[in-house]
C-alpha cells in the first residue's frame, strides 16, 4: 500500500471513493480503545455510582453529537481538512487558530491513548511473564506504541480505514468477552473511599457529563473533515453523511465508555484505573486484555496522529505531511513520559478536557454559523491560498485574517476558561454559576454570539442553500461561496 501523498490540499473528485460506511467504521473501529475507555471511569473515579455515571455519560456525549456532528458536512463540501475549511469564516491565515485547536486536541488524546495502553500493557505482561512494573517497562512500552502509531499514520487515511474495519469488530468481541470476565466483581456503587469530588451530587454530575461525555464528541471537531474530505458528495447525501456521522460518533463513544464505567466499578478503581483494571481480570483474560491495550491503542493514536500531522502541515506549508507526522509524534510521546510520571492520570484528564472543550467550542460554532450561511456552497481553491503562499481571493479579508471571526473565537474562549473547574484551576466566573462549570455552553454562546453581532452588517448576500437531490443519490458540487 503506497504511502498518502496528500497533505491539506483539496483532493480531487476521482479521489474521494469512501462512503457513510467506511466514516462508521472510522468512527467505531478507532474509538474502541483504553484511550476512549478510560473516559467511563472518570464518573465513578468522581464518586458516582452505576446511573448517574451512565446518565452523564449519555447526557453528554449526546449534547457533544448534535454540536459536533453538522461539523462534517463542511469538508464533505471543501474536498479539505476542517482547520483549511475554517478559513471562510476565519481568513486563510486565520484559519491557524483552528489548527492550533485541532494540534492541541489531538496531541492530548493521542498522549493519553499511548499513556493508559502503555500502562495496561506493562500491567498485563508482568502478570503474564514476570515483567517489571517500573517505569523503564513503561518507557519502553510508550515507544514501542509510539513506534507503531507512527507507521500507520504515515501511511495514512487507506491504512488506517482498512485497521478501523478490523478492529470495529475485533475489539467488540474482546469487549463482551470483557463483559463475562469482570462480572463477578461488578457493583453499582462508586468506588469506596471515592466522595464526590465537587463536595456534592450535581455538580460532580455536571462534571463527569462535561469531562466524560460532552469531550467525546468535541475531541472530533477538527477530526470529522479528516475523513468526510474523501467522501464525494456527487455519490452520496449531504443527510447520509450526517447520520453517519451520528451513528459512528454514538456507538464509537458510547460502547468503550460505558464497558469503562463497568469495569472501573468492578475493578473498584478509584484514583487509579490502569492498574486495578489488570488486578481485576481473571487469568485467561490477560491475552484478550493485552490485544485492546495493543492493537486498539495503535488504531485510535493512529488517527489522532494523522490528524496532528494534517493540521502542523497547514501550520507549516513547506514541512511534508510525513515530516509533520513524525515531529507531531515525538512531541506526543515526550508528553506521554512528562505525564506518566509527573501528573496524576484522573486530574491530567480532567484539566485537559475541559480547558480544550473550552478554548474548541467557540471556534466549532463559528464554523457552523459559516457554514449555514453560506448554504455549504464555498470556494474550494481560494481557501488554498495560505498553502500555496499566495494572496487573494474572497477569504483573504484583512492580511488573511477576519478580525471579527478571530476576536469572537478569543471571547469566546477566553469567557470559556474563565468559567471552568478542575482540581488544579478554578476559573472567576464561578462564582456567578454557583461553583457549577458552565464553559462549554458559556465559550460556544459568548463566541457564536459575538460572530453573529459584529458580522451581522457586513455580510454580503451568500448564494441560497443548496437544495438536496430528490433522488438522495448525491449532493450537487458547491459552488463558490460569498464571504460570511
Known sequence: MPIEQRGVDTIPDEERTSGPRDLVSLLLGSNLCLGVIVFGWLPPSFGLGLWPSVTSILVGTLAGIAVTAPLALISLRTATNLSTSSGAQ????????GSVVGLLLSLGYTAL??????????????????????????????????????????????????????????????????VYAYAGDFTTAAPPHTPYLLGSFWPTWLLATVAAGLSGPVAFITLLGDYTRYISPRR??????????????????????????????????????????????????????????????????????YSMGLDLDAILPRATRTRATVIAAAVATAFVFVGSFAWSVQSAMTSFVLLLTAIGTPWAVIS??????CGGQYDAEALQVFNRRAKGGIYWYRSGWNIQATASWALGAAVGLAAVSTTVYEGPLLALTGGVDCSFILSGL?????????????????????????????DPLPAPAARA
Open 113 to 178: 491513548t499511548l499513556w493508559i495502553g502503555g500502562d495496561v500493557m506493562v500491567g498485563t505482561l508482568s502478570r503474564l511473564t514476570g515483567l517489571p512494573d517500573g517505569g523503564a517497562s513503561r518507557a519502553v512500552m510508550y515507544t514501542v506504541l509510539a513506534g507503531a502509531t507512527v507507521a500507520a499514520a504515515v501511511y495514512g487515511y487507506r491504512l488506517l480505514l482498512k485497521l478501523s474495519k478490523v478492529l470495529s469488530v475485533g475489539m467488540v468481541l474482546l469487549l463482551l468477552a470483557g
Open 236 to 305: 452520496h447525501t449531504s443527510r447520509k453523511v450526517l447520520w453517519a456521522t451520528c451513528l459512528g460518533l454514538l456507538l464509537g463513544l458510547l460502547v468503550p465508555q460505558l464497558f469503562g464505567t463497568y469495569t472501573a466499578l468492578a475493578a473498584r478503581a478509584g484514583l487509579d484505573y490502569a492498574g486495578p483494571l489488570v488486578e481485576a481480570a481473571p487469568f485467561w483474560y490477560l491475552a484478550p486484555l493485552l490485544v485492546a491495550a495493543s492493537a486498539g491503542s495503535v488504531g485510535n493514536a493512529g488517527l489522532m496522529l
Open 90 to 97: 476565519f481568513g486563510v491565515r486565520g484559519r491557524l487558530v
Open 368 to 373: 457552523l454559523i459559516g457554514y449555514a450561511r
Open 446 to 474: 459568548v463566541g457564536g454570539v459575538a460572530y453573529a453581532a459584529l458580522t451581522a452588517k457586513g455580510r454580503t448576500a451568500a448564494a441560497g442553500p443548496v437544495a438536496e437531490p430528490e433522488s438522495e443519490a448525491a
